[in-house]
T-cell receptor, first 111, second 114 residues
Framework: GDSVTQMEGPVTLSEEAFLTINCTYT??????LFWYVQYPGEGLQLLLK?????DKGSNKGFEATYRKETTSFHLEKGSVQVSDSAVYFC??????????FGDGTTLTVKP | GAGVSQSPRYKVAKRGQDVALRCDPI?????LFWYQQALGQGPEFLTY????????KSGLPSDRFFAERPEGSVSTLKIQRTQQEDSAVYLC????????????FGQGTRLTVV
């Protein structure tokens, strides 16, 4: 079946540091890939997405590139802020509609 | 409202009680999903509706779990004879698409079974 494996946390960085959160997947067919973010006390929000190989999703300074050859969708940001502290979930979605999520990576950014 | 609304936000149930969790999707959204999120884990798919039709219920963990969406809008997830392992956050999501690729999530209902 479909599965998503993401980097275990927690991750603690200083403000303005570079962020990478690794995500790899296993899927039948050609999934769409997503990063969701969950800020403290809030629901899951879509951060970015990519629907086909080599697509790059980007939003709020975050980027991720759909790499079919390595079945990966790593999340990056060049300079994190305290306000980026949250839990980040990698997910995939096939034509079946339902999404498969990773277990989440908690990011804490310290001033 | 503008987003997916779930109620109650918190529910404490005694083991063996029945509970009903409500989801109000974004108006006009065709697709609706329920997910279960255990502490420290990602959401796990439970069931999927397209309008009032339940197209996939493969994720429901037992026959104690039942979901409905009778008029193709509001949905209710019912858990009968709750057990401690049912304690989790239950998330509802909706999508405007018949073949949904992106879902909009509610804040969830945190169920604690004592």
């Amino acid at each position: 079946g479909d599965s998503v494996t993401q980097m275990e946390g927690p991750v603690t960085l200083s403000e303005e540091a570079f962020l990478t959160i690794n995500c790899t997947y296993t899927a039948t067919g050609y999934p769409s890939l997503f990063w969701y973010v969950q800020y403290p006390g809030e629901g899951l929000q879509l951060l970015l997405k990519a629907t086909k190989a080599d697509d790059k999703g980007s939003n709020k300074g975050f980027e991720a590139t759909y790499r079919k050859e390595t079945t990966s969708f790593h999340l990056e940001k060049g300079s994190v802020q305290v306000s980026d502290s949250a839990v980040y979930f990698c997910a995939l979605n096939t034509n079946a509609g339902k999404s498969t999520f990773g277990d989440g990576t908690t990011l804490t950014v310290k001033p | 409202g503008a987003g997916v609304s779930q109620s109650p936000r918190y529910k404490v149930a005694k083991r063996g009680q029945d509970v009903a969790l409500r989801c109000d999707p974004i108006s006009g959204h065709v697709s609706l999903f329920w997910y279960q999120q255990a502490l420290g884990q990602g959401p796990e798919f439970l069931t999927y509706f397209q309008n009032e039709a339940q197209l996939d219920k493969s994720g429901l963990p037992s026959d104690r779990f039942f979901a409905e969406r009778p008029e193709g809008s509001v949905s209710t997830l019912k858990i009968q004879r709750t057990q401690q392992e049912d304690s989790a956050v239950y998330l509802c999501a909706s999508s405007p698409d018949r073949v949904p690729f992106q879902a909009f999530f509610g804040q969830g209902t945190r169920l604690t079974v004592v």
